[in-house]
């Protein structure tokens, strides 16, 4: 069993930057793959980026390519998401997961935390 506490979210202007984070609990955090997802109001929650165990390997939505970066450090069990240059359409709640399978589909991920508000004004 995970437990998967994001923070880091907030108000910010068109062009402006958040890093989140996401701690999580248990001594096996190495062991999974993490992801971070969104969900915008009136849409299906979508996939934003993922890191391998080790954090070598990273992969990220077409959507944020450039401008979010997603990192880990296992040994804080934690892991990120650097967002630069934010876009009025970047709002939404952001997810971060756990699963064992390096992967952009939620099915793939098996723990799930409560979501971190992030609003981008124009």
């Known amino acids: 069993q995970v437990q998967l506490v994001e923070s880091g979210g907030g108000l910010v202007q068109a062009g402006g930057s958040l890093r989140l984070s996401c701690v999580a609990s248990?001594?096996?955090?190495?062991?999974?793959?993490m992801g971070w997802f969104r969900q915008a109001p009136g849409k299906e929650r979508e996939f934003v980026a993922t890191?391998?165990?080790?954090?070598?390997?990273?992969y990220h939505a077409d959507s944020v390519k450039g401008r979010f970066t997603i990192s880990r450090d296992n040994a804080k069990n934690t892991v990120y998401l650097q967002m630069n240059s934010l876009k009025p359409e970047d709002t939404a709640v952001y997810y971060c997961?756990?699963?064992?399978?390096?992967?952009?589909?939620?099915?793939?991920?098996?723990?799930w935390g409560q979501g971190t508000q992030v609003t981008v004004s124009s």
């Open positions: 997961a756990a699963g064992r399978k390096f992967s952009s589909l939620e099915r793939e991920y098996d723990y």
């Open positions: 248990g001594r096996t955090f190495n062991s999974y793959i």
């Open positions: 890191v391998s165990r080790s954090g070598d390997i990273t």
